[in-house]
């Protein structure tokens, strides 16, 4: 009990720094966005395959959300502030039942103090965006099989979002773990995991695991390597799939072909250079490592996630060229 109480103190602390909330709620920001674009390639491809270029257009739209959906994710992040139970769906579940989970013993205005509590809200918040967005996508998918356009096509979404089916509700709220990092374990993460149960040193070294886990495991769906989806059965028969699939791939190559691009451009930077004298010149520029050029100021991105990963290895691969290391270029190209 003691050493499960050191483990909780620690992970606690490291949660309560306000740097951690900023930048979860900028890394939950920058995912959303990386979404929109992906659903314009998505609607893209609708547009192209259907002719109907206003399912294009809408499909684009949708995938910011809609008003409802706003205030939707707002309550959703007032009640993880505020309620008695530790979070809407781990106080809703079964697990939680079984393991009688207790009301919190802080008065309601203090609830928010909570770190855990504080990020529980920021996720809940952009769980609820992203939900909205992927049923309102179905609806508008389904409503425009049926013909409509126009303001019939608004109507019918409209009501089929409000009364949405039990598979579109399942997979919505599937998008929204996945784009918040949060998606059940599988079986390589539960060995992983194992590394915690390490008596003393497990919790306290590794306190995160499923987040750069599943961090780690959608971008590569984001990489050349996600292509290898195109093989699936499901991609040739499922087109909502094989969609998804190829607005995946195209955003993660642009992203890193972008990031690539700013790099050359001296407005991205990464590791500390080795010669000494480049290194004088990077602090007399003010230049930081693993940093962005924003103004005249430079930012450091190592901690904003996803996006920092295609700024990093796409440093690292132009610093590679740069030194005419061709073995290491091409292993970096590889993670980029």
């Not at 579109?168 to 060995?191: C, F, I, S």
């Not at 010149?281 to 924003?294: F, M, N």
């Amino acid at each position: 009990n003691i050493i499960r109480g050191i483990e909780t103190y620690a992970t606690g602390a490291k949660l309560s720094s306000p740097v951690t909330h900023a930048i979860n709620f900028e890394g939950n920001l920058l995912t959303y966005l990386q979404r929109v674009g992906e659903k314009a390639l998505v609607g893209a491809q609708l547009a192209v395959e259907t002719g109907n270029l206003e399912l294009g257009a809408r499909t684009f739209w949708n995938a910011w959300g809609t008003r409802q959906g706003l205030k939707d994710a707002v309550k959703k992040m007032v009640f993880e502030l505020t309620s008695s139970t530790p979070g809407l769906e781990r106080a809703t579940s079964e697990l939680a039942k079984k393991r009688a989970m207790k009301p919190s013993p802080l008065p309601k205005y203090l609830r928010w103090t909570n770190p855990f509590r504080l990020l529980s809200a920021s996720d809940g918040f952009a769980k609820a965006l992203l939900k909205d967005s992927a049923i309102n996508e179905r609806a508008l998918q389904l409503a425009a099989e049926e013909g409509l356009t126009g303001k019939k096509l608004t109507a019918r979404t409209r009501e089929l979002a409000q009364n949405p089916l039990d598979e579109w509700v399942k997979e919505a709220a599937r998008v929204g773990l996945e784009y918040t990092y949060q998606a059940a374990p599988d079986r390589v993460l539960n060995a992983i995991s194992k590394i915690q149960e390490i008596p003393l040193i497990g919790r306290l070294l590794f306190p995160f695991v499923r987040t750069p886990y599943n961090l780690f495991k959608e971008q590569l769906k984001r990489t050349p390597l996600g292509a290898i989806r195109m093989l699936e059965k499901r991609y040739r028969t499922d087109p909502i799939y094989r969609r998804e699939v190829n607005a995946q791939v195209g955003m993660g190559t642009a992203l890193a072909a972008g990031a690539y691009l700013m790099v050359d451009n001296n407005e991205v930077t990464g590791q500390l250079p080795d010669d000494p004298n480049e290194r004088a010149l990077w602090r007399a520029e003010g230049r930081q490592p693993h940093s962005i050029k924003v103004g005249d100021r430079w930012v450091q991105y190592n901690r904003v996630q996803p996006v920092g990963q295609y700024l990093a290895q796409a440093a690292e691969l132009h610093k590679a060229l740069k030194e005419g290391n061709e073995m290491k270029a091409q292993e970096l190209a590889g993670r980029l």
